[in-house]
């Protein structure tokens, strides 16, 4: 299948840590990726992290991998109301081709 | 520069029409896309090209056509206009797949 489910929604309060969680369905994929959406704009790409690694950071951004359960989580820490937005994860899906199968997104929401 | 662009922004059409919606960038990437994001938010591929040539074609009513004229343009039309096919239509373009960039997104409303 090609399900990449994630939580709806989140709310933190600015200055907390922001957890967002997606669990994936093909375990073949090479790169997993989190992208951004602000609103009224396109996606844009975060971060990706490749499927040997289990972690990677990049300044207030933390991705964690657990490949065992396929779950992808992004941590972004101090979180800004700029950070205010949908986060969609994504994996690659078969094999070579250059398909990307998204998550329902979860829209996160920074209290001031 | 925009990378990636897209027109119109908006587009507001009556069922039974057909409409084309433009994308353009200017990266010098080989690969195109065409998603489509309901109003759930939910994002799906619909078509990418590589130099040209259709390389994914998801499943998508034949109403719906897309024409790579050259590698840095990607334009999709749309047959007979459905309530259904009302949705924002994002382009993207990429030189490896885990780099995608965006445009910002034609809505499409279908009255």
């Known amino acids: 299948g090609e399900d990449v489910e994630q939580s709806l929604f989140l709310s933190v309060r600015e200055g907390d840590s922001s957890v967002i969680n997606c669990t994936y369905t093909?375990?073949?994929?090479?790169?997993l990726y989190w992208y951004k959406q602000e609103p009224g704009a396109g996606l844009q790409l975060l971060t990706y992290?490749?499927?040997?690694?289990d972690m990677k950071q990049d300044q207030r951004l933390t991705v964690l991998l657990n490949k065992k359960d396929k779950h992808l989580s992004l941590r972004i820490a101090d979180t800004q109301t700029g950070d205010s937005a949908i986060y969609f994860c994504a994996e690659t899906y078969g094999g070579a081709t250059n398909k990307l199968i998204f998550g329902t997104g979860t829209l996160l929401a920074v209290q001031p | 520069d925009t990378a990636v662009s897209q027109t119109p922004k908006y587009l507001v059409t009556q069922m039974g029409n057909d409409k084309s919606i433009k994308c353009e960038q200017n990266l010098g990437h080989d690969t195109m896309y065409w998603y489509k994001q309901d109003s759930k938010k939910f994002l799906k591929i619909m078509f990418s090209?590589?130099?040209?040539?259709?390389?994914i074609n998801e499943t998508v009513p034949n109403r719906f056509s897309p024409k790579s004229p050259d590698k840095a343009h990607l334009n999709l039309h749309i047959n007979s206009l459905e309530l259904g096919d009302s949705a924002v239509y994002f382009c993207?373009?990429?030189?490896?797949?885990?780099?995608?960039?965006f445009g910002p997104g034609t809505r499409l409303t279908v009255t």
């Open positions: 093909d375990s073949s994929s090479t790169y």
């Open positions: 992290i490749f499927s040997n690694m």
């Open positions: 090209y590589n130099n040209k040539e259709l390389i």
């Open positions: 993207a373009s990429s030189q490896v797949v885990h780099e995608q960039y």
